[in-house]
Each structure stands twice: as C-alpha cells, then as structure tokens.
T-cell receptor, first 114, second 114 residues
C-alpha cells in the first residue's frame, strides 16, 4: 500500500552544518511529493513540493529532488540555522475512491545548536 | 488573518466521557480535515469535508463523528472517549481542486484519556 518512510530522529546539528533528511515512498505511479515543517507549538506548514520526476522543490534554502528511480525525496539544506529546529514531514499524494489525500511519514525532529 | 484555530489546546478526559473539538478557518477554504498524530506515526486522516454540509470518512474514523454546519467551522466529536484516543489532533483546511495539498494546519489539541 501507499506509505512514506523517513529517517528516525532526532537529528542534531551545529549551526551552519549540512542537513540531509532521507525520505522514501511507496505508491502507485508517480505521485506529487511534499515536505511539511512543524515549528514548536505550531501546526504543519507546506515547505516545498515536486509534482513530477526530476523536479526540484525549493524554499527557504531547503531543496528536495524527486528521484523516481529510487522513489526518494530527500530534504537538504547547505547551512542550517537554529531557527530551522522543527519536525519535518515527508508526504505524498495517494488514496482511492476518487479522493486524493496526503500520506505522511512519521516525521523527523531536527535540533540545531549554536 | 488568524488562519486555522483550534479549541481547546489541551484536554484531559476520563474513559467514557464525551467532548467536541472545534476548528475554525478564516481563509474561505472549501476543504477541511481532522488528523491525529501519534508518536512514531505520521498524521492519519480521521474525517474530512469537501464543503459545507458534507463529511466523509478518512483512514481512522471509528470512535469519532464530525459536522460541518458552517463553511468556516469543522467539529470533531468523541462520544465515548477511550485511552486509545489519547493523541494530538490537528485540523487543517485547503483550497479545493488541484491545490488541495496546500493544507493549512491549526496548532493542535493535545488530548489525554485516562
């Protein structure tokens, strides 16, 4: 069935370090892919998206490339800041019965220290 | 704009008690959703609505009921709470059609059932 697998956290980094959060998915066909971010005490926000293979989504210095060969959508950032500390969720569109829905991974917590 | 708001933020219930969670959005979105978030799991869709007066079941609807009497409000009810319903509940809203994945989330309600 449809699913999303993310690397387990927490991921702890020093400021200005390089970030990678792995995400792989299982789905029928090539669904649109998303990264959402949840800052402490807040709801999730859409961070970036990619709608077809080889697309690169980017926002706020974060990037992710849709790799259909490896069914992956890894999140990267070249230099993290303390303000990037949050929980990151990978998701894809899935569903049956005429309704598309978002299928989320379990989330990866990122903690960035000065 | 307030975006998506949820009431209450925290609640403790005893087994068998009932309660209603209120979600309100001021973005004139057609679609609204209720999710639950449990440790080690992604967000799971409980119920959703594609317009005023409509509701539909998501992945984990058992033990919950919903109502969408007004476009801006989406209520989630627990008729007889069980410890398995201890979770963080998120409401979200989105535009209809092709941009439904641009979901805007509320800050969540942390519910504990003892």
């Amino acid at each position: 069935g449809n699913s999303v697998t993310q690397m387990e956290g927490p991921v702890t980094l020093s400021e200005e370090a390089f970030l990678t959060i792995n995400c792989t998915y299982t789905a029928t066909g090539y669904p649109s892919l998303f990264w959402y971010v949840q800052y402490p005490g807040e709801g999730l926000q859409l961070l970036l998206k990619a709608t077809k293979a080889d697309d690169k989504g980017s926002n706020k210095g974060f990037e992710a490339t849709y790799r259909k060969e490896t069914t992956s959508f890894h999140l990267e950032k070249g230099s993290v800041q303390v303000s990037d500390s949050a929980v990151y969720f990978c998701a894809h569109l899935g569903g049956t019965g005429g309704y598309n829905k978002l299928i989320f991974g379990a989330g990866t917590r990122l903690a960035v220290h000065p | 704009n307030a975006g998506v708001t949820q009431t209450p933020k925290f609640r403790v219930l005893k087994t068998g008690q009932s309660m209603t969670l209120l979600c309100a959005q001021d973005m004139n979105h057609e679609y609204m959703y209720w999710y639950r978030q449990d440790p080690g799991m992604g967000l799971r869709l409980i119920h959703y609505s594609v317009g005023e007066g409509t509701t539909a079941k998501g992945e984990v609807p058992d033990g919950y009921n919903v109502s969408r009497l007004k476009k801006q409000n989406f209520l989630l009810g627990l008729e007889s709470a069980a410890p398995s319903q201890t979770s963080v509940y998120f409401c979200a809203s989105s535009p209809s059609g092709g941009r439904f994945y641009e979901q805007y989330f509320g800050p969540g309600t942390r519910l504990t059932v003892t």
